[in-house]
DNA sequence: TTGAATGGTTCATTTTTTGAAGTATATGGC
DNA sequence: GCCATATACTTCAAAAAATGAACCATTCAA
């Protein structure tokens, strides 16, 4: 019978990633359960929270990992149920950027502001090293936004 | 025309949680192109790396976010390919352990390696900075695995 | 100007997930 | 021990989501 795993001697090991894997897993299962008056998919709250300011289309589907016409049919029901709207890109016409309705952006900041709750409960952290925390992440994230963001699937 | 939401107050800002949702899509993307003998879904790639040790597949289920009958259905497509086996459990026998086999674990191991390297790759870290986010990740890992893993769907 | 590339859409197909009903084992009260 | 109820997983049909090829409009570059 195998025997479990010995762990590799990388600097960053597999249980620290799984620790990243089950923040997020968790973090997805909690916020299922945020209350808010117009039901969404995961996606489709995941895209919510992405528009803090107009974005195009296809970025979207890049950074979600989405196809662009899976990003087409989430632009239509968020539409649909008024939280956002398209207009055209003024730099290139054949592009739309997706905006938050009001009702959009208030749902997004509720959704947002409990999210960060979410975490603090989740992780458990002390101040100070939420702080250290969120300091390397934010690091990340401007890594990832410079250096690419997701190519998303391959058509 | 909407301006861009500001960011609330607290410690943990939308943007930090950004950084950890813009990691595991990254991640999620990067880790499509590891070139592994027999092509796995995604879920079905998070399976196998849960698998460092005999689980139970409800426990699976929980961890994944997955419904009974779907972690079933994985489990059956691992089997096919030869990567797991199932096994009673001997203090339930209601319950199946899963395991990998020797190729499924050398396949895991494959890929927790890549994994590891992609890491480092995707975040930009020093290594000082790699270390500080490993200890706090192991820290919301075990605080995970004590005060709840994820519930999962509700049937 | 024109041909190739890009941004998005449409829609039929495929893949994945869901959930209700079923089997087998366990657990707790009597 | 016996029964009722709960738990662990399976089955399978229905629903939801993702995919990809064909398409239109605009842009870019020769």
């Known amino acids: 019978m195998p025997t479990p795993d010995t762990p590799t001697k990388s600097v960053f090991d597999i249980h620290a990633l799984e620790g990243i894997y089950l923040l997020y897993w968790k973090m997805e299962d909690c916020t299922e359960a945020i209350d808010i ?7 489709e709250r995941h895209m919510l929270v992405c ?9 979207l589907a890049r950074e979600l990992l989405a196809l662009p016409s899976t990003v087409t049919a989430m632009a239509d029901t ?5 939280l956002l709207f398209r207009e055209r890109d003024p730099n290139d016409r054949r592009a739309w950027l997706l905006s938050l309705t009001e ?5 997004r900041k509720v959704m947002a502001s409990k999210a960060s709750d979410l975490f603090r409960d989740i992780s458990g952290l002390s101040d100070d090293e ?3 925390f969120a300091k390397i992440a934010l690091k990340i994230r401007s ?7 997701p190519k998303g699937p391959q058509t």
Chains 1, 2 share one sequence.
């Open 130 to 132: 939420l702080d250290q």
């Open 51 to 59: 528009l803090d300011q107009p974005r195009r289309m296809g970025d």
């Open 37 to 43: 008056p117009i039901p969404l998919s995961k996606k």
């Open 78 to 82: 968020l539409e649909a149920k008024g």
């Open 103 to 107: 009702q959009g952006h208030d749902m």
């Open 143 to 149: 890594r990832i936004m410079e250096t690419g963001m």
